[in-house]
Structure formats: structure tokens, C-alpha cells
């Protein structure tokens, strides 16, 4: 898991899928879990309401310490805005960031949201 992520670090940045979807900061996820649901993405303010909605629907949220590599993490951002990313172990996670790509950082426990497991392969 945390592997083919790391490998993404510094590669040229894809906003959309090969099906013209758009990836965002939606791409670690999308690229570990390929078949999760897509969704239509709504006004800046509202993104990360709905990335929480789909998590808590397709994926089972969980106490931060039970994390494993693969979950889902909801990080609290400036201005109130969530952003997604993926715990790949050793207190580091992935996650993109229209600027530079997908990139690693450390996990903060003080700014999460919340933890996701996905059980198994979503369609």
C-alpha cells in the first residue's frame, strides 16, 4: 500500500482520471481504492461536507489510535476546509495538493477530522 504511493511522490501531477474525472486531492485515495464512488464536486466551501458524507457511507470510520496503512484520513485545514489523505505508516501520510502534487507529510493527530477504514473494495 504505502509503496506504490511513495512511488507517485514527485511524479507529474494527473487532475483527471483516464475516464475525464477529476482527481483533486481525491488522487491518493482514487489511486489505493480505484473503484471508490466518484462524485460530482461541489462549491470549495462544501467539499469536505461531502467527502465526509461518502466516507461515513462507504467506509467505516474508526478511533485514530486503531490507524493502519490504507485508512482514510480527514484533516482539518484553515477556514474550516477538509482534505483527504492516506496513513501509510511511521506517523506519515499521502495526499495532493494542486501545487506540488502528491507529497508526504507527518501525520498531526491535532488536526483530524476523522479515520476511515475501507473493509473492502467499493464499486
Not at 470510520?61 to 486503531?66: E, F, L, Q, V
Request: glycine residues 8%.
Amino acid at each position: 500500500i504505502a509503496q506504490d504511493l511513495i512511488n507517485c511522490v514527485g511524479q507529474p501531477y494527473k487532475r483527471v482520471d483516464d475516464n475525464g474525472k477529476a482527481l483533486g486531492c481525491m488522487a491518493p485515495v482514487y489511486l489505493l481504492y480505484p473503484n471508490a464512488p466518484r462524485f460530482k464536486w461541489p462549491p470549495r466551501y462544501k467539499l469536505g461536507e461531502v467527502m465526509e458524507q461518502k466516507f461515513e457511507q462507504y467506509a467505516t470510520k474508526i478511533d485514530i489510535k486503531d490507524i493502519q496503512p490504507g485508512d482514510i484520513v480527514l484533516i482539518r485545514l484553515f477556514e474550516g476546509l477538509l482534505h483527504p489523505a492516506v496513513y501509510i505508516g511511521s506517523d506519515k501520510i499521502a495526499h495532493c495538493l494542486d501545487s506540488t502534487g502528491i507529497q508526504l507529510s507527518r501525520l498531526s493527530p491535532v488536526r483530524i477530522k476523522g479515520v476511515y477504514r475501507v473493509c473492502q473494495q467499493v464499486d
